[in-house]
């Protein structure tokens, strides 16, 4: 996807309809992107164990639902009741209905900031005043583009990215996506050479770059980011005078905590405040937590003036009081969260050994993945020509054969074709293993050709 | 470079705290306020930052929220701080929380994420349709229908979900509107427009003057001059946005008024937003009329023009319910609803919040008793406060909806300028503890004018208030003079009220026989 459509604004308003912004009719939106096809191809016929057996199973959602029980379970034990406001419904109610101060419940924000450094092993330090609350991630990192660049400047992003940054970046801000381009040459790690690359492609196209935005652990790769690199990146940033914006929302479902350094880890050890104050984290319960629903995003910024502005800002999209007392109670707890956070990394690393072993008996490869709740599949030996449209074939074929959505690498802005993210934690075993059951059967047929 | 319709006021104002540099000017187009003189230092740290950020679009210099700041270093408290600031600035509705109490004790499913007995916390935590739950979509419909008398009805597909008309209001702008363009907005308006609707989106407001001379009502040749200053100012015309209830007025719009604007946007081929925020608070003996009634009664259902005319609604003020964050957006063009539901990505209703309420709304026995309830309660603290007000030597604005009342204490100034005002304000602030919000902030033309809000505090509260201002007016000259001539004061008041009273009724269609 290149850059956003700039339509001319008519003078000649022919059938004298009144028209709508520039941005009301793009198509920045993202969403004729076939991410978002196959999504619709589920909604037309999703699989049901019972119902709809040969249904689509839609492995193109990264969401995390292997550990609700743990989430019910606590919920029912501190609140036999069920009554959300103390006993009876009423008490607390009433303050919580008007609680709607943009810098956020404080109990909520130090339940947030422990959790993170809980996440973290305790390698890094966050200060509640220090976290702006916003509805979801989708909205940190908006608003983090809003204050950190002006329409038609850019930021930079490793590929493949998440296909939602290209709205969520973009829309509404005017402001571009420059790529910074990886390959499985060195496991689709960010180069140094890659970085100038992209910033000079920026400079030669007449474009500021003010910042530079990863994702750690990545999506679509399902790796977390090297130290070394993440140090290389920050070194970039400081030469460039630029931002650095780390995505740390898949932090919590790293498979073995000791292999996640967190931007936050580096910014923690430097004294230098011109340094840390172009580090800026979102973060976001939707992930680690499983609740999408609730939205429940946070900008953590080591930058006063964007903290000051992030949290106006934040006036356009608040979290609602009613889940931040409900979370907050939840999240204070470091007894149960010690104990979620290890027990939902030891689910996910099984769903991930699971999904790569099944993968493998039917002869194929991922990319050597260690968090997320996807793993990124290399299908390129059964291209028939390495193109997009090969790509997008191949897609088509697993979605109407297999009917298996997964997500093709190039709505991803993958450079190198036929990746695919294929989604893990949003089923059953049981839905999984006929997910993997599919592709050995399709795999045997193509072998017999 | 874009500069607003009114000259900049800047004033001298003594050191006191925050409000060193206090400035009552519009707010400013980001391309201007950056040639404002900073520090070095300050501006190195800024050029690091979007323009976003140096300019003051969000509009927290402005003495709203200023008198806000100065409320929380100072909350009145009825045991722990009986002389702190009385907090009057604030439109929250907290007359009629205990009826929301009880049902919530009555049906406890709805807040612990149950559905008969059993647990949906899974569905809800995982559900993050930007469509929104149908069940709520559908009971936020009814809702609507229910504070306007069932007359039009609402399509739940054409809902679209916000959080809170913050957002509600800032994602239409986007959709209708963007650098170049601009919206008439009739002042005085709600301070919080000038960061809703330009802040992100670049847009301009040029305002529609209004004037006490007809209890602040719309009229032809003010929108017609507010078209033509737009045009001079080389803006683009996209819309008109009205807030229905009014706030800061606390009156609803007249039927006169709203044929005018239909009339006016489209001959212009323009938009109307009509945010209907305060539509549940209408409390006075008429009928609220929505635009969507005149719409019905002028037979521009399903036209073009229905196309153009959008409604912005939240359950913050008739619910009392800020801090859950439920906005929405009414629109009959297909196109912005379905740009309006992708763009409520950045602001999605929380899933937990939208199940309580959709049962809430749902229960059409507790929102008939809620809605009839709720404006008695409204009436009779209008009327506490009114009276009150009085017996001070003010009079008010004849208000019928809202949580506040717009204020005259014009006759409190020492000159007829703003700097008066401001002086008066902040003798009310820090003298006599009242925050309240004074008619700049809210780009009145005439000064004098101040928002007093009276759903945000207990009775006592309210009468302590009234108290302390009614000392304060007694030791002014002006107040002296009342003591002095009290009978002649009170007729001459009482003359000024039932004139305020005849205009709106002269100026109003709405006799009883009509609909």
């Not at chain 1, 474009?207 to 977390?224: C, D, F, K, Q, W």
């Not at chain 1, 964007?306 to 934040?314: H, K």
């Not at chain 2, 992100?200 to 040749?221: D, K, L, M, Y």
Request: hydrophobic share 35%; net charge neutral; charged share 25%.
């Amino acid at each position: 996807m290149g850059l956003p459509l700039m339509m001319e604004r008519s003078s000649n308003n022919n059938n004298n309809v009144v028209e709508l912004s520039r941005v009301a009719v793009s198509d920045t939106h993202g969403e004729d992107s076939p991410y978002f096809a196959g999504w619709k191809a589920y909604d037309e016929n999703p699989y049901d164990e019972s119902h709809n057996p040969s249904g689509v199973i839609q492995m193109g959602l990264a969401e995390n639902q292997v550990s609700f029980d743990l989430l019910e379970s606590y919920l029912e034990k501190k609140n036999p009741e069920g009554s959300m406001w103390g006993s009876k419904g009423a008490p607390g109610f009433r303050e919580n209905a008007l609680f709607q101060d943009y810098h956020g419940l404080k109990t909520f924000r130090q339940a947030m900031a422990s959790f993170m450094e809980q996440i973290r092993g305790g390698k890094a330090r966050f200060d509640p005043d220090r976290i702006v609350l916003t509805a979801g991630a989708t909205a940190a990192n908006e608003l983090l583009t809003f204050i950190l660049a002006d329409p038609n400047d850019a930021l930079l992003v490793p590929t493949p990215y998440y296909p939602g940054f290209d709205r969520d970046l973009r829309w509404r801000t005017g402001v571009r996506i420059v790529p910074i381009h990886c390959d499985s040459s060195n496991h689709f790690q960010i180069t140094p050479e890659a970085l100038e690359s992209a910033y000079q492609t920026a400079r030669d196209a007449n474009i500021r770059v003010r910042g530079v935005l990863i994702t750690n652990p990545s999506n679509p790769l399902g790796a977390t980011v090297q130290k070394k690199v993440l140090e290389n990146l920050l070194d970039f940033c400081v030469r460039k005078n630029i931002h650095l914006v780390a995505d740390e929302i898949y932090s919590g479902s790293v498979f073995h905590a000791s292999e996640f350094t967190s931007v936050a880890e580096i910014v923690e050890i430097i004294d230098d405040v011109t340094v840390k104050e172009r580090v800026h984290i979102v973060y976001s319960l939707s992930k680690d937590l499983g609740l999408p629903g609730f939205r429940v995003g946070t900008i953590y910024s080591y930058n006063d003036n964007v903290v000051r502005t992030a949290r106006r800002m934040s006036s356009f999209t608040l979290v609602s009081s009613q889940t931040q007392h409900m979370l907050a109670a939840m999240l204070s707890d470091e007894e149960f969260t010690e104990k979620y956070i290890r027990i939902n990394r030891e689910r996910l690393r099984r769903r991930y050994e699971t999904i790569v072993e099944g993968l493998k008996k039917a002869g194929i490869e991922c990319l050597k993945g260690n968090a997320g709740l996807f793993c990124w599949m290399n299908l390129g030996f059964l291209l028939d020509k390495k193109t997009k449209e090969g790509e997008l074939e191949l897609w088509d074929v697993i979605l109407k054969e297999l009917k298996l959505n997964i997500s093709p690498g190039t709505s991803c802005h993958c450079s190198e074709f036929g990746w695919f993210r294929v989604c893990f934690a949003n089923m059953s075993e049981k839905t999984l293993e006929i997910a993997l059951t599919r592709i050995h059967e399709f795999m045997d047929r193509r072998k017999r050709f | 470079m874009f500069l607003l319709a009114s000259p900049t006021t800047s004033h001298s104002i003594p050191t006191k705290t925050l409000i060193q540099d206090l400035s009552l000017s519009f707010s400013l187009s980001p391309h201007y306020s950056s040639l404002r003189p900073k520090s070095l230092d300050f501006k190195k740290k800024m050029k690091q930052l979007s323009t976003k950020v140096t300019s003051n679009g969000h509009g927290q210099d402005s003495s709203y929220f200023l008198g806000w700041e100065e409320y929380e270093k100072n909350p009145y408290d009825e045991i722990k701080n009986p002389n702190g600031m009385i907090q009057m600035g604030l439109a929250e509705n907290q007359l009629c929380f205990d009826l929301i109490e009880s049902w919530l004790a009555k049906n406890p499913d709805a807040a612990s994420l149950k559905r008969n007995g059993q647990s949906i916390f899974r569905e809800l935590a995982l559900f993050q349709d930007y469509h929104g739950m149908p069940e709520f979509k559908k009971a936020m419909a009814e809702f609507m229908e229910e504070i306007r008398g069932n007359r039009v009805t609402f399509d739940p597909k054409k809902i679209v979900l916000a959080a809170g008309s913050t957002s509600a209001n800032e994602t239409l702008m986007f959709c209708l509107a963007e650098p170049g363009d601009a919206f008439l907005l009739p002042t005085p308006y709600y301070p919080g427009f000038d960061r809703d609707l330009k802040w992100r989106t670049g847009a301009e407001i040029v305002p529609i003057h209004c004037s006490s001379s007809n209890g602040f009502q719309i009229t032809e040749s003010a929108l017609q001059q507010a078209y033509q200053q737009a045009q001079k100012l080389d803006l683009k015309v996209k819309g008109v946005l009205v807030t229905n209830p009014s706030n800061p007025l606390g009156t609803a719009l007249t039927r006169r008024e709203l044929n005018l604007l239909v009339d006016f946007i489209t001959s212009k081929n323009i938009h109307l937003i009509s945010d209907e925020i305060y539509s549940g608070t209408m409390f006075g003996f008429e009928q609220f009329i929505s635009v969507m009634d005149v719409l019905k009664d002028k037979k521009l259902e399903n036209t073009d023009v229905s196309k153009r005319v959008h409604v912005v609604y939240s359950l913050s003020k008739d619910l009392g319910l800020p801090g859950f964050r439920v906005g929405a957006i009414y629109s009959n063009d297909e196109m912005i609803v379905s740009a309006a539901t992708k763009m409520s990505s950045f602001g999605l209703v929380s899933s937990q919040t939208q199940y309580l309420l959709s049962a809430l709304l749902s229960d059409k026995k507790f929102t008939s008793q809620y809605l009839e309830e709720n404006q008695k309660r409204l009436k009779s603290r209008q009327k506490r406060l009114v009276s009150g007000l009085e017996s001070a030597g003010i009079t008010c604005l004849r208000s019928n909806a809202g949580l506040f009342c717009w204020v005259d204490m014009r006759h409190l100034l020492d000159t007829n300028t703003f700097e008066a005002e401001l002086d008066l304000w902040k003798k009310i602030v820090y003298n006599v503890k009242l925050n309240i919000s004074p008619g700049s902030s809210c780009h009145c033309t005439e000064p004098g004018w101040f928002r007093v809000c009276f759903a945000n505090m207990s009775e006592d509260t309210l009468d302590l208030a009234l108290k302390r201002l009614k000392t304060f007016v007694e030791s002014t000259d002006c107040g002296r003079m009342i003591s002095r001539s009290s009978h002649e004061r009170l007729k001459s008041l009482r003359k000024k009220t039932v004139s305020n009273w005849v205009f709106r009724v002269s100026w109003s269609d709405r006799v009883p026989d009509e609909r």
